[in-house]
């Protein structure tokens, strides 16, 4: 690029544009986008105010001295560039720079140039110079949910949010549960137009500042108008929708729309249209009337239209994208300058010229005035700065393409251009064509380049790695420095989990190390991967800046992970990187991340998880996994298994798997021994005696059934210590795990370790593995696992099952369930039916009790235990008392010193015993671990003993021969309790000789249970379980009845089940009563239910509560019937039973119990009972097996008791019905409960839908369901069955011809219907025809009073047409209306014609306005024809029809003076044309003759249509004119005639409404048009009366002010004493002007008040006619809105208070003014918001009435409603506008002393300093009143005696001041200002004045003295005046 000379200059000025100190740094050695090294400073915009309007050929707003300025921090920067010329002298440099300039490829947005006249450099984009306004040009690089990425010019790129994206109109268009829409619509390559909402905060650092775009065309079209568009202009536009023939555009504008049609959209270019989607297309025509614009969309027109030059286009219509028409205007240093569209003025820089590899020569390919098409880049509407781009690829209306990825290495690139201290061009040998790339100067090499141009020449090749791409320019990014070339990663994709890489620590904190590797990319190392052990401080290994190795753990995204665990780190095993990967065999490391008890979590690369089970962890026998092994811990793992699809993997952390031989291995389930190694806290670790093993562990729980044994039994084990028998429970591993459980190892065999092996209702023995909430787990063989259910778990509902059971309890289950798919087993751990039938519980407890005694005896050489050689149970032994306490005797051994008896209070027997006493006892018990003995005193033990012992040994072995033959297992005995131990009872049986026995008191699933308490002597009944033997450690053992219950042995239970069979009588016990079910219980846990229905036999006797005799607890005989299929969910199966008397009197009952079967015809009364009810239907039950429905129509036919259908029809109920259809195959009926008719005629129908028969016949009376209203005179829809409907005919509604019958109905109603005609349709449906009259036969209802009103109306209804004959009086509807007439309907079948001659006296402008659909119209029959069935009939009201023309148009009829009644036929600006009624005579009634006000807008008040009364004026017969009045002062004479009949009172004339004073309706209440009362005292409906006429009245006045203070009267009345100029007959003549006044008030006050009392409107027309006649009354204004209101009609009530406003004469201000204060209040009250709606009513209202007034009501309003907050601020502004007001201050003054606030006293001081002084004495003498009641009375004195200072003369002050004083009442005050007053020099008028107060205020008192005092003071007053 050619050189140019730069200035030096070494200071700037202050005044000249700042520069950002950051753009002044030196290129930074780093990765950043191409334009932070490409292009050089960016300079700031100018404000607004300083940009010329239209800036031609570049120029700017810059002096000559600020552009110097600029560029010589410009050139100081590239001087700072090109460090190599610091070191040469200045006198070369400064020459230098004179001759030499280095070229600005950065360019700025206005512009600066040398001279002024041409720019420099062309405008260029930056993070810099970029801001909020621009228009940009860009392409879609990301579509991601929530926003948009877009590659901005410059390489920039900025985001959109998906809210930004569209424009929100589009929102209702768009599908709401599309929550992916971006992708929809946007695509990666998308050319878009944007503009700039936003950047981030400047603090930020530049090179990350975000730039935040908006993509909506309301924003880029802004200013943009239908007269703006041409035709061949290319716009974009959303789909708004699709229609048939295209889709509606809308270009984010309300003025215009636009239309695709599907023929001009590309059918090739593979779009799905959706709304919302961004199109371009070429204007092809505009419809400016509809304003639409239509489009094309083919996309090789798009691309060649260019933009036509526009006259008058502003900067603001310039869209990025648009391609333009452009000429060669001057070449820059850095691009070409373009003119383009007439006006403007635009810059290519040298990145988007023709050529993508602009030469050094580029300059000679543009000559001035080149003609070319450029499309515009940028728009800056702040300083006019365009950028254009020639790149052939965006011409053409398309993103270049991108050849390379970021990373890529080409070699062999050639260097088209070199740019002088900038960088270098280049051209990459991408496939299929060649790419454009830009190297920085800073990314050349690693060292400092002097001389680019010296190093790298035209032509030559050179490596570049592609470093990033500019996708708008097509431009890549490169870089040459070496160290580019050595990294192994350089961008995220190069990055792969397991990679060993280097990283410089950037940065350290608590969570751990972010990491930089060579080519810049960023990764986390988290703490606990900084070391292999866990590490305190982090910063003191990890160091900033150090340079350390790494392994890379995983990539998400642009989320790199690493460690630096050194076995991680130097690891050589395989990388496991995802699951696929994972095979079985693979050895590989990884980290622990979790250890629990049943194994370890391990993660691997990439996020693989594994889980290495307990058995693989390589653990000691009872070691822990927390103990060996911790989280973050490196572990090499061995992949046994792996499931990919289910992402598991099985790990073990020993490397060589145990291989045993199937000879060696031992079974589950298999007996082995051992001997005990070590014992844990946990467990016992024996050596087990088998082969190929050599350990085993024993937990804790597992060494004994019972928990305290197990516990002592560890205690007491040592090492060496053998086991003769343990159990195999797990054998997965080289370490057993055993079991020393009595109750697993006795049944070993039984044990299952598959699921199969189990089978229901078996009982099994296990032991409880976990215990959670919900339920049990239990554990047999292996992993096999059974579940028992919180419900199955204990019988009662215990709360904490936690409780109740323990890990590791021995238990015995019975299962319930075995899902064979699932292998679930479900069981059931409840006592009742897993109880023990033998005594291994108890033979378990005693034998274990021996061994820990032998255990603990064991370091003794086993001497300790020869003591109970000695005590044999039975025995009698000698031992002396040793002592005696509260709990029994203490007995002592001579030969045993160590061992002790005991005997307790209860076998003493009686027998005293002393200490040191000798006594013989017999032995019960022996406990060998404690050495402790059981005795007794009782003889028969004693006796027992010494008997035997007195025969011989032979003999006594016999008899224990015999004794133990009397005892048979399984035998029941009855016991007595001798002694009660802890776990077990010490038995004796008298029945067999005293003998001992023991029973334990608990049971393997009851251990943690509350035991049954027992009491010694207790008689118990037990069962023999074993007998005495060495294996029961010589003890008879037997099973108390108490624990079993009620089970006996196996074969005992089946054969007593078998017992009960269907017939069975049974006695059962009622346990639950439900509303359809009695629950009971029988025999041995059996439980059955009695179905309501087989209670009782007697069909016709139908009982409403069957169970009403039956209590809980009551036993019942009752008789098996069946046994139900399923099971009950709490206990097992129900039995069926039944207590019908019939069951249980007959002997066979196998045929009563198959009647199973539908035996029921149609038609049948059953009795069934409701077991369900819901909106539509109630399910009953008939028998146990077969149900019916009833719906809700076929209930009942009164819609009372339809509404009520739910609680009529309660569970349990008993009803009675016919049954109407039969299903058998669902044994489902369905019941009416109205009869069948006997005889079927044959006009009944049988409807067969889904099996069920409806049948009907015509008369029938059913209850029905509106399902529609038809539109029109359709009439209405009704239901009457579940599928079947009727119509009501619009004629049947009614009893009588009602104006609109269908009021009152609606969808959903119920309604009772009458049966009129059913028929079939050609197709074959059914059509019924109903009626709804009430006074059909059959439809009257006994609380209906619509029979009666209707009672006395005449006429019948019409059915035939044989009823009706010529001149009969008919009312029908109207069904048609056509240009020649209507049709209206008589009846259901019967129609007439009406001629459009017959349809009005008068003239019918409009058929069908006047005679809408549906309206009610009386006629009389002209013809009838039955054979045609034609009627025709006439609306005209005309006695004969024959009646002559010339009677009809006769004006002799009619006379002067004449009161008629008319229809207005037309409204014209100056009258109303009126046509006489019964003639077809038209009169004139003039403007002037319609009221006595003045009416301004006859239209609003007058409608045509419209019928009126008036009186003939004149009548001119010559001229054949009749004019007419209807001024209320015609028809004054005319009162007593003005009663009419109901059906001619909507015709009468109303008479004006005199005017009324509104304050009753406008103060004191929060919504003044509430407030009216519009109904009369007696409530009845009263005809309008003639009012008064009031037009002589003048207006009155509307009081504002919600509270005058009382003083304006007192003013006012005294108001005569102020000037002593004025004579007294002026003041008489102004008083009783003034009570005139008054009284005429008063008078017409009462006269309307009586007149709307007894005849208020009552409807909408007669509020119409009032208000006509006195259209300037603003009470009756305000009332007719007040009417409305209280018809919630709120919108009416506002169009009445326009139409007010409208119609009320200007001059009548105070009226319009009542009407602005009513409207206010309806805004409030009804406003949404309230707020501004008030507001804008008011801001109304004062353009047209006094403002003042209007603001005082409005404050008013804020006051009453407590809106203190707007009330204080509508005060404030009111002082301020105004300040000369008296009233307004007076208002502020009484407002702060309401709400008790301070500031009174400034208040008053602004006020006088603002008002006008003669209003000083009111505002002050008012002030003092308003202080006196509601202030401080002393502050109102003070202003009273300071005026009265001033003014003493002033008698109306003295008086209001008297007045004040006399109503606080002290009296000594009021009379000493009495005093005051009397003692005054004052005219004698006014003296009289005082006296006469003084005198009235003493009468007052009452005292007669002080009475006397006055008139003796007064009298001394006229004397001395006399004087």
């Not at 049966?1315 to 609380?1343: A, Q, W, Y």
């Not at 003039?1486 to 003045?1494: G, Q």
């Amino acid at each position: 690029m050619a050189a140019s000379s730069r200035k030096s200059q070494k200071k700037s000025s202050k005044d000249g544009p700042k520069f950002n100190k950051a753009s002044k740094k030196q290129f930074k050695n780093s990765k950043k986008q191409i334009n932070d090294a490409v292009e050089a400073q960016a300079l700031a915009l100018p404000p607004d105010d300083d940009v010329p309007v239209f800036p031609r050929g570049g120029g700017h707003s810059l002096t000559q001295r600020e552009r110097d300025e600029i560029h010589a921090e410009v050139d100081a920067e590239f001087e700072a560039a090109e460090r190599g010329l610091h070191k040469k002298n200045k006198k070369k440099k400064k020459t230098e720079r004179k001759a030499n300039e280095t070229v600005d490829d950065l360019g700025s947005l206005f512009g600066d140039g040398i001279s002024g006249k041409l720019p420099r450099y062309a405008n260029k984009i930056t993070l810099k110079n970029i801001s909020a306004g621009m228009k940009l040009w860009g392409v879609v690089a990301e579509v991601n949910e929530k926003d948009l990425v877009i590659c901005l010019p410059g390489g920039l790129r900025g985001l959109a949010r998906a809210a930004d994206a569209l424009d929100p109109i589009l929102d209702n268009e768009i599908e709401a549960n599309e929550d992916n829409l971006l992708p929809t619509i946007f695509h990666v390559g998308q050319l878009v137009s944007c503009i700039v909402l936003q950047l981030d905060d400047d603090k930020k650092e530049i090179g990350k500042r975000k730039i935040w775009l908006s993509l909506r065309l309301s924003l880029l079209y802004k200013g943009l108008s239908l007269e703006n568009v041409q035709e061949g202009m290319v716009l974009t536009a959303y789909v708004k929708s699709i229609e048939d023939h295209g889709y509606i555009l809308h270009f984010g504008l309300p003025s215009f729309t636009g239309f695709l049609p599907r023929n001009n959209l590309a059918e090739n270019s593979g779009i799905d249209v959706k709304p919302g989607l961004l199109l371009q297309g070429v204007v092809r025509s505009i419809d400016r009337t509809r304003k639409v614009v239509y489009l094309s969309s083919d996309p090789d027109t798009v691309s060649k239209c260019v933009t036509k030059d526009l006259k008058g286009i502003s900067i603001d219509l310039l869209v990025p994208g648009m391609m333009v028409s452009a000429r060669v205007q001057s070449i820059l240093e850095n691009g070409v300058m373009l003119s383009f569209l007439t006006y403007f003025t635009g810059t290519v820089d040298i990145f988007h010229l023709q050529n993508t590899f602009p030469t050094t020569n580029w300059k000679n390919d543009y000559n001035q005035h080149k003609k070319v098409n450029a499309r515009i880049l940028f728009v800056d509407p702040t300083s006019r700065a365009v950028g254009l781009t020639l790149n052939p690829y965006l011409l053409h209306n398309r993103a270049p393409p991108s050849h390379v990825k970021v990373g890529d290495i080409y070699d062999q690139s050639k260097v088209v251009r070199v740019d002088r201290g900038l960088g270098l061009l280049l051209d990459i040998p991408s496939t299929p064509v060649s790419t454009p790339a830009y190297v920085t100067i800073s990314d050349v090499a690693e060292e400092e380049v002097r001389k680019l141009e010296k190093k790298y020449k035209e032509g030559s090749c050179v490596r570049v790695r592609i470093l990033g791409f500019r996708h708008l320019e097509g431009l890549a990014t490169g870089i040459l420095k070496a160290s580019a070339f050595e990294g192994l990663v350089f961008t995220h994709s190069d990055v792969k989990p397991g990679m060993v890489v280097k990283g410089k620590v950037i940065a350290v904190d608590s969570f751990g190390a972010i990491v930089q590797f060579p080519g810049g990319v960023k990764a986390l190392c988290p703490l606990p991967h900084m070391s292999e052990f866990e590490i305190v401080k982090p910063g003191k290994k990890f160091k900033v800046g150090a340079e350390l190795v790494f392994r890379v753990l995983g990539v998400k995204s642009k989320r790199i992970t690493v460690t630096h665990k050194k076995t991680l780190v130097k690891s050589k095993l395989a990388i496991l990187s995802s699951y696929a990967e994972a095979t079985d065999g693979l050895i590989t490391h990884g980290w622990i991340t979790k250890i629990e008890k049943h194994g370890c979590f391990v993660r691997f690369y990439n996020g693989v998880q594994g889980f290495a089970p307990r058995s693989e962890l390589g653990l000691d026998p009872g070691c822990e996994p927390s103990s060996m092994y911790h989280v973050g811990q490196v572990v090499k793992c061995r992949i046994m298994s792996s499931i990919p699809a289910s992402r598991r993997i099985n790990l073990s952390f020993m490397m060589k798997p145990t291989r045993v031989s199937e000879d060696d291995l031992v079974k589950l389930g298999s007996l082995v021994s051992g001997v005990v190694d070590v014992v844990t806290p946990n467990a016992v670790v024996v050596y087990v005696i088998a082969k190929g093993y050599s350990k085993g562990t024993i937990p804790t729980e597992h060494l004994a059934d019972h928990l305290e044994h197990a516990t002592v039994m560890k205690s007491v084990i040592k090492p060496g210590y053998e086991f003769d028998q343990l159990l195999v429970l797990d054998n997965e591993s080289s370490n057993l795990l055993l079991s020393a459980k009595y109750s697993l190892i006795n049944s070993a065999q039984q044990l299952p370790s598959d699921a199969s092996h189990i089978h229901p209702n078996s009982v099994v023995h296990g032991y409880v593995c976990n215990i959670i909430e919900t339920g049990c787990f239990v554990r047999f063989l292996g992993r096999l696992t059974g579940f028992a259910p919180r419900s199955k778990a204990v019988d009662g509902q215990r709360a904490d099952l936690s409780k109740t059971y323990y890990v590791g309890q021995s238990v015995r289950s019975n299962v319930l369930d075995v899902n064979s798919e699932t292998g679930r087993i479900t069981l059931s751990l409840k006592q009742s039916c897993c109880s023990s039938t033998d005594a291994s519980f108890m033979q378990e407890y005693f034998l274990l009790e021996e061994k820990i005694a032998m255990l603990q005896s064991s370091k003794h050489n086993g001497s300790e235990l020869k003591w109970v050689e000695g005590f044999i149970i039975g025995s009698v032994i000698e031992g002396k008392v040793h002592e005696s306490n509260d709990f029994g005797v203490v007995v002592s051994f001579e030969k045993h010193s160590d061992v002790y008896g005991f005997i307790t209070h209860h076998q003493l027997a009686g027998a005293t015993v002393e200490t040191g006493s000798v006594i013989q006892a017999a032995i019960l018990d022996v406990a060998k671990a404690e050495c402790l003995v059981d005795l007794s005193l009782k003889t028969v033990f004693i006796d027992r003993f010494r008997e035997a012992n007195s025969n011989r040994q032979a003999q006594k072995k016999k008899r224990k021969r015999e004794a133990s033959k009397d005892l048979e297992v399984h035998q029941t005995v009855n016991a007595i309790v001798e002694i009660v131990k802890e776990n077990y009872l010490v038995l004796s049986l008298p029945e067999y000789n005293y003998s001992i026995g023991y029973a334990c008191v608990s049971d393997y699933n009851t251990q943690k249970f509350p035991q049954k308490q027992f009491l010694n002597g207790q008689s118990v009944i037990a069962t023999v379980m074993a007998l005495p033997s060495p294996s029961t450690a010589g003890r008879l053992l037997l099973l108390l009845k108490a624990i079993s219950e009620t089970e006996t042995s196996s074969s005992k239970r089946a054969k007593k089940k078998s017992s009960y069979d269907v017939g069975s009588l049974v006695q059962a016990e009622i346990t639950e009563i439900k509303p359809l079910e009695l629950r009971l219980k029988f025999g041995i846990g059996f439980h059955g239910r009695i179905h309501i229905t087989e209670v009782n036999d007697d069909k016709s006797n139908v009982v409403e509560n069957l169970f009403s005799n039956f209590k809980i607890g009551q036993t019942v005989t009752a008789r098996i019937i069946a046994k139900s299929n399923k099971p009950d969910m709490k206990k097992s199966f129900l039995w069926e039973l039944s207590v019908k008397p019939s069951m249980l009197t007959v002997s066979e009952i196998g045929s009563k119990l198959l009647f199973e079967e539908c035996d029921v015809s149609i038609g049948q009364h059953v009795t069934g009972y409701v077991y369900k009810v819901d909106n539509e239907w109630a399910s009953l039950t008939i028998s146990r097996h077969l149900k019916a429905q009833l719906f809700i129509l076929d209930s009942a036919c009164e819609p009372s008791e339809l509404q009520e259908f739910q609680r009529r029809f309660h569970i349990g109920k008993a009803v009675t019905g016919h049954v109407l259809s039969i299903n058998k195959e669902k044994k489902l009926l369905r019941l009416v409960l109205r009869p069948f008719q006997d005889g079927i005629s044959d006009k009944t129908v049988d409807i067969s839908n889904d099996n069920m028969h409806t049948f009907i016949h015509e008369g029938d009376i059913v209850g029905g369901r509106i399902s529609k209203i038809l539109s029109g005179v359709g009439g209405l829809v009704v239901q009457i069955g579940p599928h079947l409907y009727g119509r009501v005919h619009f004629t049947e509604l009614k009893n009588i011809c009602v104006s609109d019958p269908l009021s009152g109905y609606h969808e959903g109603q119920f309604v009772k219907c009458k049966v009129l005609e059913i028929s079939r349709t050609v197709r074959g449906t059914l059509h019924v025809e109903l009626s709804l009259r009430l006074s059909l036969d059959g439809m009257s209802s006994t609380n209906s009073s619509d029979l009666s009103t209707d009672a006395d109306t005449p006429g019948k209804h019409l059915e035939k047409i044989e009823d009706l004959s010529p001149n009969m009086i008919v009312q029908g509807y109207v069904k048609n209306v056509t240009s020649k007439g209507c049709f209206i309907m008589l009846s259901r079948k019967l129609d007439a014609k009406v001629l459009l001659s017959n349809l009005s006296d008068g003239y019918v402008e409009s058929p069908e306005k006047e005679f809408p659909i549906g309206k009610l119209v009386a006629g009389r029959v002209l013809s009838v024809e039955p054979l045609s069935k034609r009627v025709e009939v006439t609306l005209k009201t005309s006695d004969s029809r024959t009646a002559s023309q010339s009677e009809i148009n006769n004006l002799s009829n009619l006379h002067v003076g004449d009161i008629v009644i008319g229809q207005i036929k037309r409204v014209e600006s100056y009258g109303l044309f009126i046509t006489i009624e019964n003639t077809n005579l038209v009169g004139l009634c003039h403007v002037s003759e319609l009221s006595e006000d003045h009416v301004d807008n006859i239209e609003t008040i007058f409608r045509a249509g419209e019928k009126v009364k008036a009186k003939i004026l004149k009548v001119d017969k010559e001229k054949r004119r009749i004019s007419l009045g209807m001024k209320s002062s015609y028809f004054k004479n005319d009162a007593d005639n003005l009663q009419m009949s109901s059906e001619e009172e909507s015709d009468e004339a109303i008479e004006e409404v005199g005017s009324y004073n509104r304050s009753s309706l406008l103060e004191n209440s929060s919504v003044a048009v509430q407030d009216i009362d519009m109904e009369s005292e007696d409530g009845g409906s009263l005809v309008l009366a003639q009012i008064q006429s009031r037009a002589s009245v003048p207006p009155l006045e509307v009081n504002l002010d919600d509270e005058q203070p009382d003083m304006d009267n007192g003013i006012s009345q005294n108001q005569g004493h102020t000037d002593e100029a004025k004579t007294i007959d002026e003041k008489n003549n102004r008083h009783a002007k003034k009570k005139e006044k008054e009284e005429r008030e008063q008078e017409i006050r009462a006269a309307e008040e009586r007149l709307l009392e007894k005849d208020a409107p009552r409807t909408p027309d007669e509020f119409e006619r009032l208000v006509r006649s006195s259209p300037n009354s603003s009470f009756v204004w305000i009332k007719y809105m007040a009417f409305m209101l209280s018809m919630a009609d709120v919108e009416k009530a506002r169009s009445i208070a326009e139409r007010a406003l409208q119609t009320i004469n200007i001059r009548e201000e105070n009226e319009k003014l009542n009407i602005w204060v009513a409207y206010f209040n309806l805004e409030n009250e009804y406003g949404n918001p309230p707020e501004e709606a008030v507001v804008k009513v008011f801001q109304r209202a004062l353009q047209y009435c006094d403002p003042k007034k209007v603001h005082l009501a409005l404050l008013g309003l804020y006051e009453r409603t407590e809106q203190n907050k707007l009330a204080d601020e509508l005060l404030y502004k009111m002082i301020k506008k105004f300040k000369h007001s008296c009233k307004v201050w007076l208002r502020r003054v009484q407002r702060l002393l309401k709400q008790q606030q301070e500031g009174v006293q400034a208040v008053v001081q602004r006020a006088l300093l603002s008002l006008p002084r003669h209003k000083h004495i009111k505002f002050i003498s008012q002030t003092a009143i308003l202080e006196f009641k509601n202030g401080v009375a002393d502050r109102g004195r003070s202003m009273f005696e300071g005026i009265l200072h001033e003014y003493p003369k002033r008698t109306d002050l003295w008086s209001i001041y008297l007045d004040q004083e006399i109503r606080l009442g002290d009296v000594d005050l009021i009379r000493g200002l009495f005093e005051r007053a009397i003692s005054l020099s004052l005219p004698p008028k006014k003296m009289k004045f005082l006296f006469k107060k003084y005198l009235e205020y003493e009468k007052s008192l009452g005292e007669e003295e002080r009475i006397e005092y006055v008139k003796q003071k007064a009298m001394e007053y006229v004397e001395s005046t006399l004087a």
